[in-house]
């Protein structure tokens, strides 16, 4: 008998929504369909603004998430059409929600981390049941609240005997080192699309570099490189996390501005050079036995990165996760849908190795239709 959820993810690069319908009923997932939809330029730009103090937060924050929610069930339906599954085979959405501000363990406590959602309303528009706020919890235990998929990635890409890095270059890029004694490890390396895509959009008018190919034309220049891979978040030990709050245009900016007149071209190449030798350095620090990176996320499928990547990790085959049967724009959603089936099920997930809470802990919590 089929075990169907469905998973929704909107990350921190801000393009819009993947979502996938999967079956658990097996020894792994199958994938029934996946649906996207892009974000239009004025969501776009609001919940980037949000990531940043401004006027009115609270009143526009709720209408963002609407905004969203609207987006999810769009996503949502899409699925359902595609795959001929009526909603009510679905047990459960796992909605991710948009982080807008993320600060864990933070002002001399707790902190908090916040993801835009309405899964109430998502439950409402559906008509399944809904899963959300994942994070919350591992922060309330003394987490990061992220990375959170390496609990997935260990149950699809572990291999025996092996030690698997797996990469995911979404807006920020999270590495996870996948032991051969089943022990893992996840933290965030630093930034990844969501500088380069700031970046080319400003200067090409394109929403990201298709394939790396306008990094392609530049040349990383050596001292912005080596201020930018200077801020203390890359000499910081796991457990880690971070966000926009940290690496945005103005972290960017700041710099640029001690390096005038550096062509656009070669920016380009600098932030992909900062992404690639961010992970490559964390890859060789903390898992140096590792023989496969596998790389999800939107920057699997940058060429000129993927490149890179391999050129300074010679001794790893670097693969696009589709090698290993989930294409990369369906990997964290994927992951989400795992996620939500572990709250419906009760089940806790080992944090300390990851996110560095203080136990196992179910996350999520769940709205019902």
Request: with cysteine; proline share 5%; charged share 15%.
């Amino acid at each position: 008998m089929a075990e169907l959820y469905i998973g929704l993810m909107s990350g921190t690069s801000l393009d819009g929504v993947d979502g996938v319908l999967a079956d658990f009923s097996g020894t792994g997932v199958r994938v029934l369909a996946h649906a996207a939809r892009p974000f239009e330029a004025p969501l776009r730009a609001e919940l980037l603004a949000l990531n940043t103090r401004g006027s009115d937060e609270l009143h526009r924050a709720a209408l963002a998430a609407n905004a969203l929610v609207a987006v999810y069930a769009q996503v949502v339906h899409d699925l359902l059409a595609a795959s001929g599954v009526p909603a009510t085979a679905v047990r459960a959405i796992g909605a991710h929600g948009q982080t807008i501000r993320h600060q864990p363990q933070a002002f001399g406590g707790t902190g908090y981390t916040l993801q835009l959602n309405n899964p109430a309303l998502l439950a409402e528009r559906t008509g399944v049941d809904v899963v959300a706020d994942f994070r919350s919890r591992d922060v309330a235990a003394g987490g990061q609240g992220a990375p959170l998929a390496p609990f997935f990635h260990q149950a699809l890409f572990a291999v025996p005997g092996q030690t698997v890095g797996v990469l995911n270059l979404g807006g920020i890029a999270n590495l996870t080192l996948l032991r051969p004694d089943s022990t893992m490890t996840g933290f965030d390396c630093g930034p990844a699309n969501a500088l380069m895509d700031a970046w080319c959009e400003q200067h090409t008018g394109q929403p990201f570099d298709r394939d790396g190919a306008w990094a392609a034309t530049g040349q990383p220049h050596a001292g912005l490189l080596a201020h930018l891979l200077g801020d203390g978040y890359f000499r910081q030990t796991p457990p880690k996390s971070t966000g926009r709050d940290l690496f945005n245009r103005a972290w960017l900016d700041a710099a640029l501005a001690l390096y005038p007149g550096v062509a656009a071209s070669d920016v380009q190449a600098t932030l992909a050079e900062l992404t690639a030798q961010s992970c490559a350095n964390d890859l060789l620090h903390h898992g140096p036995q590792a023989s496969t990176l596998l790389v999800c996320g939107g920057g699997a499928l940058n060429g000129y990165l993927m490149g890179r990547l391999q050129a300074l990790l010679p001794a790893c085959t670097v693969l696009s996760s589709a090698e290993r049967g989930l294409p990369p724009l369906q990997v964290e959603a994927t992951a989400f849908a795992w996620l939500a089936r572990k709250t419906v099920l009760r089940e806790k997930l080992a944090l300390q190795s990851t996110t560095g809470a203080q136990g196992a802990r179910v996350l999520g919590a769940v709205y019902p239709a």
